[in-house]
Structure formats: structure tokens, C-alpha cells
T-cell receptor, first 115, second 117 residues
Framework: EAGVAQSPRYKIIEKRQSVAFWCNPI?????LYWYQQILGQGPKLLIQ????????DSQLPKDRFSAERLKGVDSTLKIQPAKLEDSAVYLC?????????????FGNGTRLTVT | AQKVTQAQTEISVVEKEDVTLDCVYE???????LFWYKQPPSGELVFLIR??????QNEISGRYSWNFQKSTSSFNFTITASQVVDSAVYFC??????????????FGSGTQLTVLP
């Protein structure tokens, strides 16, 4: 089966600019996650979708980050305006369901550098 | 307090040595799940194993084995006869309800394993 697809692979922007990342989960997976991984740290959950509804966005900095999954399949994560501390790898993952016992399947991530 | 603690930041071993990666977790849930993921230099997180809180049997898969001890809240990972290809960052993760209504997967900070030829 095809894995989780993410694009772009790399992105370099200046602070205060905006950026968007795209994710296509594994077909049939109802739950989609966006994680932020800062260098040297473990991934941190930003937002979790169940189909096209938000299940948990408690750690999403909503003043600058937004995400959507309009048709319950693809998802877009946006940062506007970007700050230096947003430099990280943004990982998208999907799972068959969101009950917590299904393994998450991760994409290769988008490495964002904010200068 | 950290929910998932991986105290070993970096470990170096010589090929064919055995190595154990430690993981200690904290949760108030009675039903929870523990995971190990591998992150090679390519960056993609690869699922290795899942355990639920009611199954304390140790598991072996080839050169990999896992020791789950509820009494000490630990879920340690051992690689036997390590190989250079095992070099990666290994993450332990906990799935529980944390402070919300949805299960959340929380990762530890990872252990960088380097296997030298």
C-alpha cells in the first residue's frame, strides 16, 4: 500500500512569511495527525483529525497555525506568520482509527527552516 | 513531569554487542498503549511494536525484544547482536487520554543509537 505522502520535502522562508504543508494519508485511514519535531526532540502533536473533524488541537498555536481536512482525506497545515522557533520537521501521520491502539504511519516530513 | 522519559540521550556500541534502550512512562489511565518507533537518518518514523497495558508478556522478534514491567512503569527495548543498520534514533511513546477526551500519542525525547563497525 502507498504510504503517507507529504510535500514539500524542504522549505526555507524568512520570518513573518507564510508557508503551507500538504499531506495525503494512507487510503482508508480515518485519523490524521500533524506533529512538530524540533531538532533533538521527540515529535509533539499539533492537531488530530477524525475524518474531517478536529479531535484535539490543544497544542496548536492558533494565533499563527491553522489546519484543515475538508473532505476527510488530504490535509493542509499553514503557518502565518512564521517565527524563527517554528524551524522544525513537520510530520504527518495517519492511523486506521483514533482509538489509540492503532499504530501511526508517518510520512517523510517537511523540513522547515525559518531565517 | 514528563510522561515518557528516555534518560539515555546517546548510546554507542560496537557491532555484535547487545544494547538496551530504557523507557519509563507516567499515566493515570488503567488502559493505555506503549509503542516503540525507529527514526533512521532518512527521517521517517517506523513503527516497531505496540503493547497494551493488560499484556505484560515479553515479546521477541528476531534480534529485538521488549520487556514491559507495569510495576516499574518501564518498557525497555533490547537489540541483540547489534548491527550497523540499527543506528538510528529510537522513540518510546505512550497512548493515553492525557488531559483531554481523545487518546494522544506522546513521545519521549529519543535515544540516538550508534553502532560502530
Amino acid at each position: 500500500e502507498a504510504g503517507v505522502a507529504q510535500s514539500p520535502r524542504y522549505k526555507i522562508i524568512e520570518k513573518r512569511q507564510s508557508v503551507a504543508f500538504w499531506c495525503n494519508p494512507i487510503s482508508g485511514h480515518a485519523t490524521l495527525y500533524w506533529y512538530q519535531q524540533i531538532l533533538g526532540q521527540g515529535p509533539k502533536l499539533l492537531i488530530q483529525f477524525q475524518n474531517n473533524g478536529v479531535v484535539d488541537d490543544s497544542q496548536l498555536p492558533k494565533d499563527r497555525f491553522s489546519a484543515e481536512r475538508l473532505k476527510g482525506v488530504d490535509s493542509t497545515l499553514k503557518i502565518q506568520p512564521a517565527k524563527l522557533e517554528d524551524s522544525a520537521v513537520y510530520l504527518c501521520a495517519s492511523s486506521f482509527d483514533g482509538r489509540g491502539n492503532s499504530p501511526l504511519h508517518f510520512g517523510n516530513g517537511t523540513r522547515l527552516t525559518v531565517t | 513531569a514528563q510522561k515518557v522519559t528516555q534518560a539515555q540521550t546517546e548510546i554507542s556500541v560496537v557491532e555484535k554487542e547487545d544494547v538496551t534502550l530504557d523507557c519509563v512512562y507516567e499515566t493515570r489511565d488503567t488502559t493505555y498503549y506503549l509503542f516503540w518507533y525507529k527514526q533512521p537518518p532518512s527521517g521517517e518514523l517506523v513503527f516497531l511494536i505496540r503493547r497494551n497495558s493488560f499484556d505484560e508478556q515479553n515479546e521477541i522478534s528476531g534480534r529485538y525484544s521488549w520487556n514491559f514491567q507495569k510495576s516499574t512503569s518501564s518498557f525497555n527495548f533490547t537489540i541483540t547482536a547489534s548491527q550497523v543498520v540499527d543506528s538510528a534514533v529510537y522513540f518510546c511513546a505512550l497512548s493515553d487520554f492525557s488531559s483531554g477526551s481523545a487518546r494522544q500519542l506522546t513521545f519521549g525525547s529519543g535515544t540516538q543509537l550508534t553502532v560502530l563497525p
